[in-house]
C-alpha cells in the first residue's frame, strides 16, 4: 500500500499497471499494488498519455473538465476569468473547471463578415490578424467592395475587416478630391502646318465611383486620350496666330468636347487650359524678329507724333512773340540763361545787340 496526499486546486488520476482506474480529488488516499497516480494542476489545460476516449468513460472525470471540439473552418477565443487569454484552433482542447472561470467565444471563418462581439484590440494580436483580411478607407476615398468578383457594395470612409478563407475579397478605391491630369508635351499642327507642342491640364473629380472602377477600365487613361483628342482636333482648326489670339477659348472648347465622355466615365471636369504653348527654335527666332520689328515701329509712330507735337508748340510759340514783344523779350532772357550754363566767361563790347552777340559767340564756340 502507498500514501499519497492530494493538495489543494490539483487533481490525480489512478493507474493500475498503465490502465485508467479513477480520479482522486483533495485530501489523503491509499494507492493498491502496482497502482500509479498523475497529478494534475486545475490551473492548466489537461493533457494526457492515455487516449481521451478512454478517460472519457468516467463520468466523474467528465463531469470535472471542459472539452471543446474546434472545426476547421473555426477559430475559438479563450478567456480566463473575463480577461483573453489565447485563440484556439482546429482540434480537441480540454480543460479543468471550477477553479478558473473560463469562457469561449465561437467564430465561423467560413464566411466573410466578422458579426462576432470581438474587442478591436484583439485584433493586433498576430493569432487572430493571421485570420483577418483588413481594408483601410481614407476620409478622402471611396471603395467598391467585390465578393467572388461580383459587386457586393460601396464602401466609405473607415476600416473593414473579413475573415480570410478561400472567397476572394476585393477592395477597389478611388480618391474623390479634386484631382490633376497633366497633358505633357503634346506635339501638334495647327492649321498652317505650324508645328508646336502644348502643355494642357485638367482638373476632375470623380462623383460616380461605380462607373469609374466596375464600367470602365483605366478611366484616367480613357479621361487622358479624350482630353488629347480634343485638344489635337482644336489645334488642327486654326493657324499658328489664330490659335495664339485665341488660346484663352480653347479650356471652353475642349470642356465642352469632353463631357459626354467624362460622365461615362464618372468624373466630372472642373476646369482646363493651356499651360505653355512652345514653339520650334526656328519659328520662336522669326516671332521675336516679328515683335522687335513691331516695337520698333510703334516707337517710330511715337517719336513722330512726338516731333509733331514739338513743332506745333513752337510755331504756336513763335505766333504768339510775333504778337507780343514783352513775350519775345522774355524768351530772349530764356535763350540767354541757357546759354550762360554752358559757358564758364563771357566778354561782350561794342554797341550791338546784346542777344545778338550772344548767339555768334555761342554759334563760334559750338
Keep these: 500500500m502507498k500514501r499519497v496526499r492530494i493538495q489543494q486546486g490539483k487533481v490525480g488520476l489512478v493507474f493500475k499497471n498503465g490502465n485508467y482506474l479513477k480520479i482522486i480529488?483533495?485530501?489523503?488516499?491509499?494507492?493498491?499494488?502496482?497502482?500509479?497516480?498523475?497529478?494534475y494542476d486545475l490551473r492548466q489545460q489537461f493533457y494526457s498519455t492515455v487516449a481521451l476516449e478512454i478517460l472519457l468513460q468516467d463520468?466523474?472525470?467528465?463531469?470535472?473538465?471542459?472539452?471543446?471540439?474546434?472545426?476547421?473552418?473555426?477559430?475559438?477565443?479563450?478567456?480566463?476569468?473575463?480577461?483573453?487569454?489565447?485563440?484556439?484552433?482546429?482540434?480537441?482542447?480540454?480543460?479543468w473547471k471550477g477553479l478558473i472561470n473560463r469562457t469561449f467565444v465561437r467564430i465561423d471563418t467560413s464566411k466573410i463578415d466578422i458579426t462576432e462581439a470581438i474587442d478591436t484590440s484583439l485584433f493586433s494580436n498576430y493569432e487572430l490578424a493571421k485570420h483577418v483580411r483588413v481594408f483601410e478607407v481614407f476620409s478622402y476615398e471611396k471603395?467598391?467592395?467585390?465578393?467572388?468578383?461580383?459587386?457586393?457594395?460601396?464602401?466609405?470612409?473607415?476600416?473593414?475587416?473579413?475573415?480570410?478563407?478561400?472567397?476572394?475579397?476585393?477592395?477597389?478605391?478611388?480618391?474623390?478630391?479634386?484631382?490633376?491630369?497633366?497633358?505633357?508635351?503634346?506635339?501638334?499642327?495647327?492649321?498652317?502646318?505650324?508645328?508646336?507642342?502644348?502643355?494642357?491640364?485638367?482638373?476632375?473629380?470623380?462623383?460616380d465611383i461605380e462607373k469609374a472602377l466596375l464600367a470602365n477600365k483605366d478611366y484616367e487613361k480613357q479621361l487622358y486620350v479624350a482630353m488629347q483628342l480634343a485638344l489635337r482636333q482644336y489645334v488642327g482648326q486654326y493657324s499658328l496666330d489664330e490659335l495664339l489670339e485665341n488660346k484663352e477659348n480653347i479650356s471652353a472648347v475642349v470642356l465642352e468636347a469632353t463631357k459626354e465622355v467624362a460622365e461615362?466615365?464618372?468624373?466630372?471636369?472642373?476646369?482646363?487650359?493651356?499651360?505653355?504653348?512652345?514653339?520650334?527654335?526656328?519659328?520662336?527666332?522669326?516671332?521675336?524678329?516679328?515683335?522687335v520689328a513691331q516695337k520698333?515701329?510703334?516707337?517710330?509712330?511715337?517719336?513722330?507724333?512726338?516731333?509733331?507735337?514739338s513743332t506745333r508748340s513752337l510755331l504756336n510759340?513763335?505766333?504768339?512773340?510775333?504778337?507780343?514783344?514783352?513775350?519775345?523779350k522774355l524768351k530772349e532772357m530764356e535763350y540767354v540763361e541757357k546759354i550762360a550754363d554752358k559757358i564758364g566767361e563771357i566778354t561782350v563790347s561794342g554797341n550791338g545787340n546784346m542777344v545778338k552777340q550772344l548767339k555768334e559767340i555761342f554759334a563760334v564756340n559750338k
Excluded at 68 to 93: C, M, P, T, W
Aim: charged fraction near 25%; aromatic fraction near 8%; hydrophobic fraction near 40%.
Design 25 to 39: 480529488t483533495e485530501g489523503v488516499h491509499w494507492l493498491g499494488f502496482y497502482e500509479s497516480v498523475d497529478v
Design 59 to 95: 463520468e466523474s472525470l467528465v463531469n470535472m473538465l471542459e472539452v471543446i471540439e474546434v472545426k476547421d473552418h473555426e477559430l475559438v477565443l479563450l478567456y480566463e476569468n473575463e480577461n483573453f487569454k489565447s485563440i484556439l484552433q482546429a482540434g480537441r482542447h480540454v480543460y
Design 143 to 207: 471603395a467598391v467592395l467585390l465578393i467572388d468578383d461580383v459587386y457586393t457594395k460601396t464602401l466609405t470612409s473607415g476600416t473593414y475587416r473579413f475573415w480570410k478563407n478561400n472567397i476572394s475579397v476585393k477592395v477597389g478605391k478611388v480618391d474623390t478630391r479634386q484631382l490633376q491630369l497633366e497633358i505633357a508635351g503634346q506635339e501638334l499642327l495647327t492649321k498652317d502646318k505650324a508645328n508646336i507642342r502644348i502643355n494642357f491640364y485638367t482638373n476632375y473629380k470623380v462623383t
Design 264 to 291: 461615362k466615365l464618372g468624373v466630372i471636369i472642373l476646369y482646363c487650359g493651356i499651360r505653355d504653348i512652345i514653339l520650334p527654335g526656328d519659328m520662336k527666332e522669326i516671332m521675336n524678329q516679328v515683335l
Design 296 to 309: 520698333k515701329a510703334q516707337a517710330n509712330i511715337i517719336t513722330r507724333r512726338e516731333e509733331t507735337a
Design 317 to 328: 510759340t513763335a505766333k504768339l512773340m510775333e504778337e507780343n514783344e514783352m513775350l519775345f
